[in-house]
């Protein structure tokens, strides 16, 4: 038996372009035969993650061909590849270098739609597990699990996803609201006229010592856990709703805002008991 798989691409025009992916192969069945190999799902994955990014940076070229201001077509200088990082695989992509039009000043004299458009080169979802799962366990092994469930062909390095799990958290940071002293608002009379809550919510908070690097000493760290009892639209049995939270007693500058928006994402009401 012969199997190809075939991705079908229809333009906005209605031309229609079909890319071969793979062609496998079987012949008698047996338990390492059924299916697809973890190779050849990598392999796959890899190649339509390729034919759909051409198409999607193909269709996100074309306008900006034409100057927005004047409609004049832009001069091109050249072509430049980008590298772009994805949970199905290092992608390269053409990336080519417009002349802006003179009907109007600008900074520069050339620029790459592209290059602007993907200034991070790797994409969020990657971004998402490089944080999740280097949580959750060393840089180093982390990077192979990378490599061994995800089609990447080159394991990445443990200081890039350090770096990468830095820029995320930085950026969460920036995105936290400002500490307040006080995150109570309305009245009683308010809260009343409010739909019934959800189960309650328990929050645990511990604390205790680390010590340091490069004999830094020990700094504190507070942690603590947030369960909600129950979801009043949940139907069978019910599921605790947990979240984690822990922060530097003697670094943060928000702890109250980092446990409010906590609570906030459990669906926390004024009128819930906590």
Request: glycine letters at 6%.
């Amino acid at each position: 038996m012969i199997c190809k798989i075939q991705a079908v691409t229809l333009t906005e025009d209605g031309r229609e372009e079909i890319r071969e992916i793979a062609c496998l192969e079987r012949t008698d069945l047996k338990p390492e035969t059924l299916g697809l190999t973890l190779a050849e799902g990598k392999r796959i994955l890899k190649d339509l993650q390729q034919v759909v990014v051409e198409s999607q940076v193909t269709s996100f070229l074309l306008p900006t061909r034409a100057c927005p201001a004047c409609g004049q077509s832009r001069f091109s200088k050249g072509y430049h590849t980008l590298s772009v990082r994805t949970v199905f695989g290092q992608l390269t992509v053409r990336s080519p270098r417009l002349h802006h039009c003179a009907c109007w000043p600008h900074e520069t004299k050339t620029f790459s739609p592209l290059a602007e458009l993907l200034p991070n080169r790797t994409l969020p979802e990657l971004l998402f597990l490089e944080t999740k799962w280097a949580s959750l366990m060393s840089y180093g092994m982390t990077s192979k699990l990378l490599q061994e469930v995800l089609p990447i062909d080159e394991p990445v390095n443990p200081f890039t996803l350090r770096q990468h799990v830095a820029e995320v958290a930085e950026r969460l940071e920036r995105d936290l609201g400002d500490e307040q002293f006080c995150f109570i608002e309305g009245c009683q009379a308010s809260w009343d006229q409010l739909p019934a809550p959800d189960g309650p919510l328990t929050v645990g908070i511990d604390g205790g010592y680390v010590r340091g690097q490069r004999k830094q000493g020990c700094f504190e760290v507070i942690a603590g856990k947030s369960l909600l009892a129950f979801k009043r639209d949940q139907e069978g049995e019910p599921e605790l709703s947990t979240r984690c939270f822990a922060w530097v007693q003697t670094y943060d500058e928000k702890p109250k805002r980092r446990l409010f928006e906590l609570l906030q994402a459990q669906g926390m009401q004024p009128n819930q008991q906590v």
